[in-house]
């Protein structure tokens, strides 16, 4: 393992704390990994739902960029909410002078149904920026929305998948099940196989910002050089226990607890 894991989330924020940036920023801290951030969108939201966005200036989210990656060790990296084509270019250029593992979680739409990119968006981060990826990490609509196939059982999430990989170009998919119903699986297709990443469904309504906190113990553990499988095997324990002990707290979807795999003994 190195000294000092470094990893980047560039995404938006969420004041409540469960989702976007501020899940992302405590999970690397729990996985002692140092945390970096920018914002592409100060997002009003909270459990219930998403009551304002206002998104930051393309010059003022590539400025952070440059602050960071002029001046920091830079081992792995993630994207979140990329709201707008402009921003999208911009960091499609930034993105491929950047030579570590990228993780993309293709956030499209919260938990609560708010949209947080724009309709015109969904293609060009698929057709611009998911080629440039290491890995990309979609839910069951996400995947639908890149691939254009509804995806209805595990062998559609397979399917979809390779597809994800051979036909748009990512450098490998993972496709999470949580909102199918059974046990929570997810398969990763990683150029060659495909690998699947079960656990019990657990019975609760605390999901705000698990991909978020998953893709970003993902970014951790491949900041500290595992490979892609094991990093994903031990993101989804990570997951799992943050969800398994989620907090009910706010009127809405709760959210994660994110040093609960400190008592379920997950690898660090
Ligand atoms: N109720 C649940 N019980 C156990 N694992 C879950 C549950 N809901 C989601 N997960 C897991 O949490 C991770 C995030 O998945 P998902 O909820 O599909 O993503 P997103 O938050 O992007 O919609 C995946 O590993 C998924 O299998
Ligand atoms: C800024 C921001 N980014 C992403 C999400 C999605 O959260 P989830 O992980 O619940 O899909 C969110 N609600 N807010």
Redesign the pocket.
Known sequence: MRNIPCALTIAGTDPSGGAGIHADLKTFQELKTYGMSVITSVVAQNTTGVQAVHHIPVNMIEQQLDSVISDMPLHAFKTGMIPTIEIMEMLAGKVSELDVPYVM?PVMVA?SGDPLIAEDARTYLRDHLLPMTSLV?P??S?AEEITGEKIETLEDMRCAAALIVHEFGAGAALI????LKGD???FLYDGESIHS?S??????TN?H????T?SAAITAYLSQGYSLGDAVKQA?DF??AA?RHSFSIGKGNGPTNHWAHRSEGVEQ
Do not use: L, P, Q
């Open positions: 979680d938990t990490t839910n069951i996400e999470k099940g949580g909102h929570a699986i997810d990443f656990s019990e469904r657990i019975e609760t999901t910002g698990t991909g978020c998953y989804k997951v799992t969800i």
